[in-house]
């Protein structure tokens, strides 16, 4: 049964406010985690903030356009803009126009303007997603004509992502999809055995490759390596551990003075929690408790597959993408390399997250003129 209009209303704007909140704290913390790093590499401590401000203005277009294009537009072009962003994904492995940072080849480079293809990507394919559950809920119970070419779609994705290297986007954007299918009922047995086949799958892309080897080890022991391969994890913990009950103050950390290595993508939470402390970190995760919560209310009112897909996908991507961030920098997890949603220091990132959030609100918007 619809619940009333207002409450959809007052959610959405919670929801929103919520993504605002998160993103005008990572505005405070990608300065003070990388003011010291700027100002020694670039000659300004306000390098990296002054990017990601430029990149908001093009993520609040995002979230406009996405929000007034009617919801049939993206109904109807969504196989062409997720082929669309898979192509680019692929062109990152052409020379002339990959560019390769820290041993991974994930971004493009066009007259020196640099973005991550996979960004699009994983905005897009859950896009399509919605679509793909929306013509198939007839024949959700049939391999062949619904569950294959959902393998299928996947398979190609991760084979893309995987060569850049990309492990950690395939195993969120992997995770959210079988709850996706789960949700959509497909058929609980061919789930158990896609879960199964994987497990060999995962074992054998760790063993053949060294360095995901050596982090699995070093989550196991950091402190065998304490100068090498356990070095950041175990700054991280002390960064962490450092911040006590009400932390440093904000600009305070002493972990930015090039001890922390990637203090404002990957490890930007250590950073908060060293300067916040225990206070300042649940309310980091309260923020992202809410912003799931509020989400999920929101998935389970849309009143299309296309659109509860859709929403459920992005809200459940983004929350598990926050937990798998703040799961490592707590050593709870072997790295990823995922940057903390809203938060972490990635123009890309921030402008296809808008792009998320202002298609949820389109949806909203769509649900109320019914």
């Known amino acids: 049964m619809a619940l009333p209009v207002d409450t959809l209303r007052r959610d959405i704007r919670v929801f929103v406010s919520l993504a605002l909140i998160l993103t005008v704290i990572g505005f405070i913390f990608i300065y003070s985690s990388s003011s010291i790093f700027a100002l020694e590499k670039f000659g300004s401590s306000h390098y990296f903030l002054k990017k990601q401000l430029l990149f908001f203005i093009p993520a609040c277009i995002g979230f406009f356009a996405f929000a007034a294009i009617p919801v049939d537009f993206w109904k109807k072009y969504a196989p062409y803009f997720f082929l669309g962003s898979l192509f680019l994904t692929a062109l990152t492995f052409v020379p002339a126009l990959g560019l390769k940072v820290h041993g991974s080849n994930r971004w493009l480079s066009f007259k020196g303007i640099g973005f991550q293809p996979s960004e699009l990507l994983k905005l897009f394919i859950f896009i399509y997603f919605g679509f793909f559950l929306e013509r198939k809920q007839h ?16 398979g190609i994705t991760f084979a893309i992502l995987l060569k850049q290297p990309d492990f950690g986007s395939v195993v969120s954007i992997f995770v959210t999809a079988l709850v996706l299918f789960f949700v959509a ?13 994987t497990c060999p799958a995962v074992i054998w892309l760790v063993m053949t490759k060294a360095y995901r080897l050596n982090r699995i080890l070093i989550f196991m022991n950091p402190w065998a390596d304490p100068q090498g391969r356990g070095f950041q994890i175990i700054q991280s913990l002390i960064a962490i551990g450092s911040g006590n009950i009400w932390g440093l103050g904000i600009s305070n950390s002493k972990q930015k003075f090039f001890y922390l290595p990637m203090q404002h993508t990957d490890f930007i939470f250590s950073i908060i929690a060293e300067e916040t402390g225990f206070i300042g970190s649940c309310i980091i995760i309260t923020l992202y408790f809410l912003f799931c919560l509020f989400g999920l209310r929101i998935a389970l009112r849309m009143p299309t597959p296309f659109s509860f897909f859709t929403t459920l996908g992005f809200v459940i991507f983004i929350t598990l993408q926050a937990a798998i961030n703040l799961m490592v920098t707590a050593g709870l997890l072997p790295t990823k390399g ?12 921030l402008v296809c997250l808008f792009c998320m959030i202002g298609l949820i609100v389109n949806f909203g918007r769509t649900y109320r003129s019914l």
């Open 139 to 154: 024949m959700i119970k049939s391999f062949i004509q619904s569950y294959l070419p959902f393998l299928t779609i996947l």
């Open 338 to 349: 995922l940057g903390l949603p809203f938060i972490s220091y990635g123009g890309t990132a």
């Open 185 to 197: 009922e497909f058929k609980f047995s061919h789930l158990i055995i896609t879960v199964l086949l």
